[in-house]
Nanobody, 126 residues
């Protein structure tokens, strides 16, 4: 089982940037598709982005497209989510998880059960 840990959240003003990290203690993360999800208070968890195991494919949900960018550093066994032009509606608890991918290595926003980290809080407020 892949254990993941998120970090990098914080309080930022609208228009600001944050970089979230999703780290694993072993190199298994390097061969897994990883996705980011978020949950705002009182709302359902929603998709944010995912990256395939070989970084050849990435997906972005419409609300974050062209503002958020996902990447991975295999040397550090870490997947990053660079978040720019942040808006108050981006506020929430952000989670990373191992997600499924197709045979063609396209990531899907379908998490494996039990693969969730603890989350990192992102708050966008003036």
């Amino acid at each position: 089982q892949l254990h993941l840990a998120e970090s990098g959240g914080g309080l930022v003003q609208p228009g600001g940037s944050l970089r979230l990290s999703c780290a694993a203690s072993r190199s298994t993360l390097d061969y897994a598709a990883i996705g980011w999800f978020r949950q705002a208070p009182g709302k359902e968890r929603e998709e944010v982005s995912c990256v395939s195991s070989d970084s050849g494919h990435a997906y972005y949900a419409a609300p974050v497209k062209n503002r958020f960018f996902i990447s991975r550093d295999k040397d550090k066994h870490t997947v990053y989510l660079q978040m720019n032009s942040l808006k108050p509606e981006d506020t929430g608890l952000y989670y990373c998880a191992r997600v499924r991918q197709t045979v063609q290595k396209e990531c899907l926003m379908k998490p494996y059960s039990g693969s969730w980290g603890q989350g990192t809080q992102v708050t966008i407020s003036a």
